[in-house]
């Protein structure tokens, strides 16, 4: 069922939690599919649900920096209390040691935790009327696009879920920056809304990509991810699409191509990272509907700035 996510829709959400229940809910990133942290059975549903390898960690979401604070009791650390002064509420996320009384499941056994403070109004209300942490990994199943509107969570959930808080289009439109608080330096391992250059304002330096022992305990960051059903092809410029398009003409296959700022393609978005980022999921959703035998995109410059979406597209296209 979905309901507007106007007060009486976040009370009945807020109901539904606390009796155990999954509710889909919006974020300022992407769509989140909630269940209580403590609650065992509601953490193994959200697993089925997704059809999620078990071995893959949830993000815990709560409704304050005080209570991840409280949450994180000696995990806490200077780090956390930088970034979390920086970016929170926001769509950032930090891997801290794993609280107690949290699921199993919830970190997929492991000893650290993802914990983040969602800015987006009604994730926050939502939260704060909850008064418990909350898993929320995005509201797909495993493997496929992120949602950014509730529809297409409806499409891809449906009636699995308790219910879906419809709350318009997600502002950032991809999933949060993931930064492991554990190590030092401090490791980006997902780049997202946060950019590396505003890491780096409160960081000074930090390391990138899954380092030797993150590998092992974030499996969730595998290569192929976030994609849609139709084959993706990454390519790096406009001249490589161009002849896919006739490669694609010739054997009578129907395609779409897809780029960035001036680079001319079927659909085309914006050239500002983060107006890039906010339109990506849902352009993909679009493409992917169209029932094609293929969808090219012609990736931004290799620049930090561009990370997020390089990222995502590198996940959709690899085999
Ligand atoms: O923006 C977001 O973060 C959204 C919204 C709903 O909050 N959630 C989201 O969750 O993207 P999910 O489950 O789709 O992605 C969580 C990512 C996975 O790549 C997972 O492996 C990683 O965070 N992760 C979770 N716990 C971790 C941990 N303890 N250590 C390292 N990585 C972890
Ligand atoms: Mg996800």
Not at 26 to 51: F, N, Q, S, W
Not at 209 to 224: D, H, I, M
Request: glycine fraction near 10%; charged fraction near 20%; proline fraction near 9%.
């Amino acid at each position: 069922m979905i309901v507007a996510a106007d007060e009486h829709g976040i009370a009945l959400a807020a109901r539904i939690l606390a009796d155990g229940g999954l509710v889909v809910f919006p974020t300022e990133t992407v769509y989140g599919l909630g269940g209580l942290a403590h609650d065992p059975d509601a953490v193994a549903r959200i697993y089925r649900v997704k059809g999620r390898p078990g071995s893959n960690p949830l993000i815990v979401h709560v409704a304050g920096t005080a209570q991840a604070r409280e949450l994180a009791g000696e995990g806490w650390n200077d780090v956390a209390e930088a970034l979390a002064g920086a970016f929170w509420p926001g769509p950032l996320t930090l891997v801290l040691p794993r609280a107690q009384g949290l699921a199993e499941a919830a970190t997929a056994g492991g000893p650290t935790m993802a914990l983040r403070v969602p800015s987006h109004p009604v994730a926050r209300a939502l939260l704060a009327a909850c008064g418990r942490p909350v898993v929320a990994p995005s509201a797909n199943s495993s493997g496929r696009l992120s949602p950014t509107l509730a529809s297409h969570a409806w499409e891809d959930l449906g009636d699995h879920v308790d219910l879906i808080l419809d709350g318009g289009a997600c502002p950032a439109g991809v999933e949060s920056t993931v930064v492991d608080a554990t190590t030092r330096p401090a490791r980006l391992l997902r780049p997202g809304p946060v950019s590396p250059m505003k890491l780096e304002e409160v960081l000074g330096r930090f390391a990138v990509g899954p380092g030797s022992e993150t590998v092992a305990r974030s499996p969730g960051l595998e290569t192929r991810h976030y994609a849609p059903r139709t084959k993706l092809v990454a390519v790096t410029n406009p001249e490589a699409a161009g002849r896919l398009a006739r490669e694609a003409l010739a054997e009578g296959r129907e395609m779409a191509s897809l780029a960035f700022g001036d680079t001319p393609a079927d659909m085309i978005l914006p050239g500002t990272p983060s107006e890039a980022e906010h339109a990506l999921f849902a352009a993909l959703h679009r493409l992917d509907s169209l029932g094609l035998d293929l969808i090219v995109a012609v990736l931004p410059p290799d620049e930090p700035r561009w990370w997020a979406v390089r990222d995502r597209l590198a996940r959709a296209s690899a085999p």
